[in-house]
């Protein structure tokens, strides 16, 4: 923070304006991956790696940023918002500006820098965290009441509309309401939330970052998209009433009708609709302390991800069989979007430094790559950080 604080002396001015500093953390995802955009469950964490930003605003419509992890500097008017092709970063900082102006509240310009610890492309949503902190930042600067469901809505359709990314509402929203000690469990159709406890001194979530980047994300992400409302469609035909999204079928309604589906979209379908029901079994378990019982949902929906939903990759099936072949390991599987990016895995305490070593040789004699490795409980969402 004092390094924050010291180059932003450096670079600007001082306006003798509001200032403050926020941040706002990366997330893995626990369970229930690609259920959100079918208004199913998710049940994701915040984790201790966010972006902290500081800023102060203006007297005028203008705004600078500086960040330290590019180390560029940029400068636009809140009156003429539009995409850039370079310094892409900046278009969620510009993307969440344009959607609170949008939403009807009044913005002023602000000078601002940033820094991140959160790994980027390596599916532990660096952009969600960047696009909260901005609507934090701007929020707080500005006086404006925006609660934290409504922020992580405007920063969804900040990706949405301004970024291009088709993604679901997930990421934000756990960046914005995380908790300490907690994972979050979100019903993705009506907003509701619910902390579930996610602490016990003999297990701990472990991530490990493959360092493979799949630049198909995006593509494949929204064909899977395509793919679910051709499903939903369907038993919206068949059955007897609304199907707004796979989240209405019910797994007995599927197994009647899954024969005159095309293959893979059963495929797909399966997936998301067995998803949501681990998600809530998962929930229980947790509520229950059975960690066993989550590990083994863990391992379920990680086959499932891979043969059903096909957005796993070589590295990422690798990392979950090696974890799997330890002792100690509850759970492992990919979290986010996938091809690429981390597993999660459920380790009892004490063998998580055998974990490491292992897991590290394994996969480094197979890819050549050696994994990141970071050891993370529950943290804290979006926050106001003290300026001292
Ligand atoms: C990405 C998206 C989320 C969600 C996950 C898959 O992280 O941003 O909205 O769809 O993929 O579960």
Redesign the pocket.
Known sequence: MNKLRKIFNEKFSDTGLAKGAFSAPGRV?LIG?????NEGF?LPMAIDKKIIMLGQLRNDRLVQVFDLVYKTKIKFSLDALSPLRKDTWANYLMGVMDEIQKAGYPLQGANIIFNSNIPQRA?L?SSAALEVVTALTMAKLNLLEIEPVEMAHLCQRAENNFVGVA?????QYVSCLGQKNYALFIDCRSNDYDLIPFKDHNYQIVICNSKIQRGLVDSE?NRRREECKVAAKFFNHKLKREIRALRDVSIDEYKKYQRQLPEVIARRARHVIFENYRVQAGVQALREGNFLAFGQLMIESHQSLKNDYEVSCAELDLLVNLALKQEGVLGARMT??GFGGCTINLLKREHIDAYKETIKQGYKKITGIIPDIYVTPPAEGAKVLELR
Request: charged share 20%; proline share 0%.
């Open positions: 995802n991956e690609h259920t959100d955009y998710v599916g949503s993604c679901g509402i997930m990421d992400y986010g979007a």
